[in-house]
């Protein structure tokens, strides 16, 4: 029950700062985008207690326009079967200039990276709350080098539902519906909007090819205010993620 509550609790809050930034978009020069995302993500566990959490992405706006590509890997540590913790991980991003409102510089950036995630279920709805910390160190190309000298930093938390279908658990031949939102807030040098600044819904269909493998293929709506506060993105799109994990620890003797 309290688990439930909790669920519902975190629902609510993320749709309240989603509809805030919604109803404060009249303030800014507001573009609305297409969008497509490819993800790969990965999870290899060595040891019951230790793996390597790592995720993939190519994104593109309007017609297949790259606009950014990351690679992102963890140290994973298992620390009961619902809960497990990332206490370092390492990324790298690829930023392209896109859309209506390009940046003037195509800034890469590395990130250091925090994460807690906790899993529940609740009959055939499995449910995972996902807080983020990231450190990260932007390109400066406006000096005229490529030093990694802009740092800002960035919290951020994700709801997600997955609600089996035609089978209670999420085991091979089960069709799921998964649904999540996650909510970005982001402070630094330079970064005068200090409140949500992005927001991304998805809702997808997802299918459990086999034990560790499964994929999705779905609707993403992602709010984006930029650093300075006068510009927002809309874009909505689809996204295309594939799961793939290892589990090494079973070979052990």
Do not use: C
């Amino acid at each position: 029950m309290l688990k439930s509550a909790s669920s519902l609790f975190s629902l609510i809050v993320l749709l309240a700062s989603f509809g805030e930034a919604i109803a404060q978009s009249g303030e800014r020069d507001v573009v609305d985008q297409r969008l497509e995302w490819f993800a790969l993500n990965s999870n290899i566990k060595f040891h019951k207690r230790v793996g390597l959490a790592f995720d993939s992405q190519l994104r593109y706006a309007g017609s297949l326009q790259s606009a950014q590509n990351y690679i992102r890997v963890g140290l994973d540590l298992y620390v009961t079967p619902k809960l497990s913790i990332v206490p370092i991980g390492g990324m790298y991003v690829w930023n392209y200039k896109y859309g209506e409102q390009p940046a003037a510089y195509a800034n890469d950036e590395k990130r250091i990276w925090q994460q807690v995630l906790y899993k529940h279920d609740k009959s055939r709805f499995h449910f995972n709350h996902r807080f983020r910390m990231e450190e990260r160190f932007i390109q400066n190309k406006s000096t005229g080098s490529d030093d990694f000298s802009t740092q800002l930093y960035r919290v951020r938390y994700r709801f997600q539902a997955n609600i089996g279908l035609n089978k209670e658990k999420l085991e091979p031949g089960a069709f799921y519906l998964s649904i999540w939102d996650e909510a970005f807030y982001g402070w630094g040098k330079g970064d005068t909007f200090n409140k949500i600044d992005q927001n991304r819904f998805s809702v997808a269909l997802g299918y459990q090819v086999a034990p560790k493998v499964s994929f999705t293929v779905g609707a993403l709506y992602q709010m984006m205010v930029k650093k300075n506060g006068a510009q927002q993105e809309n874009n909505t799109g689809v996204i295309i993620q594939f799961n793939y994990n290892f589990d090494f620890s079973k070979k052990e003797n």
